[in-house]
């Protein structure tokens, strides 16, 4: 039984986590923590658990983080690189669904996230958490820096144009859609139902942080460097995540279905529709499923690719279980094969 701790679980991402592990029969959730809720029980604040957990938040400095086999940090940037040498040192392994070690360059962290990286040293060693990418590295990882949700739905995209080496990379567009709780359980006005609801806006058009986490991640699928123009929207819906994808071809003549069919072959949560189909975000909410459709407009030299996936299941939280399935030996689908929730 893989025992689990939980850090920062009062969160989107947080009671996700909580809601697939207790489903899974081999992982068993230790601790979980909240400074500004400890003592408060988890049932208490998230009703949808009760009968699932007796378990009540504790202060950070009282769990003993150190005991538990893995460690899941569903926290601000920064909390999961202050902690990370003394959990590595007591043999806890980390998922951190934050950003501290998603990129390698220490340099280009403090850029985007405004803050110095504490251990750039344990850069070196954290793999990036896309199992479809990075599988056998994942399964020998001490520490595992867990996609953004954005950064999911746009590299599993446009990763076999450019594996293949079949679009000019100078010239990619991710023209990208997300539901509200992509921003966090937070009260914060441009968040609020009255400024939400019917409406539809882009935000982080002058640079989102995102962007440096996706380049990075295409650049090492690919023989060019790459550019990526990223413009994410609001969307009134509360999960899920659009990514409409644009990439100029070399070769008209590629059959772009079977190229996605085959790199995606055999992979549970990659679902490659059929040609012409048109995937959207209730197809898969509440799931840890991506699914992809690839189309050639009309008299056109693009590759068009839509891209769907819950932005708190496969774009983190079920991301981060299947990790820790293949960080500890176990079928990566162990606890997440239930189906989309629909309507």
């Not at 679009?167 to 997300?178: F, G, W």
């Amino acid at each position: 039984m893989i025992t689990v701790g939980i850090v920062g679980g009062t969160g989107y991402t947080g009671v996700e986590l909580l809601r697939i592990l207790a489903q899974h029969p081999e992982a068993r959730v230790r601790a979980i923590t909240s400074r500004k809720d400890a003592g408060t029980r988890v049932a208490q604040m998230f009703p949808s658990l009760r009968g699932h957990y007796d378990l009540t938040f504790s202060d950070p400095k009282d769990a003993d983080l150190g005991r538990c086999d893995v460690v899941f940090f569903a926290t601000p940037h920064g909390v999961a690189m202050a902690q990370a040498q003394e959990l590595l040192g007591a043999g806890a392994r980390i998922i951190d669904l934050a950003a501290d070690f998603r990129l390698q360059d220490p340099a280009l962290f403090e850029r985007w996230y405004k803050m110095p990286h504490a251990c750039p040293d344990l850069l070196r060693e954290a793999v990036y958490g896309i199992p479809e990418i990075n599988r056998e590295a994942i399964r020998k990882a001490r520490i595992i820096g867990n996609p953004g949700c954005y950064p999911t739905a746009v590299q599993l995209g446009f990763l076999p144009l450019i594996e293949a080496g079949l679009v000019d990379t100078r010239y990619l567009i991710a023209d990208c859609k997300s539901g509200v709780s992509g921003a966090g359980r937070k009260a914060e006005l441009t968040l609020a139902f009255a400024e939400t609801s019917d409406n539809f806006a882009a935000y982080g058009v002058a640079g989102h942080r995102h962007l440096p986490e996706i380049v990075q991640g295409l650049n090492r699928a690919s023989r060019e460097p790459v550019r990526l123009a990223f413009t994410p929207h609001l969307t009134p819906i509360i999960r899920g995540i659009l990514a409409t994808l644009y990439a100029p071809l070399k070769n008209a003549d590629i059959d772009l279905q079977a190229l996605y069919e085959k790199r995606y072959a055999g992979e549970a949560f990659i679902d490659v529709m059929p040609a012409g189909s048109l995937p959207d975000t209730r197809s898969v909410r509440a799931s840890n499923t991506l699914r992809i459709a690839v189309h050639r407009p009309p008299d056109s030299d693009l590759a068009l690719v839509i891209a769907v996936e819950d932005n708190l299941v496969k774009g983190a939280a079920g991301q981060a279980v299947q990790n820790m399935n293949l960080m500890f030996g176990l079928p990566e689908t162990v606890g997440l094969m239930a189906p989309p929730v629909l309507p």
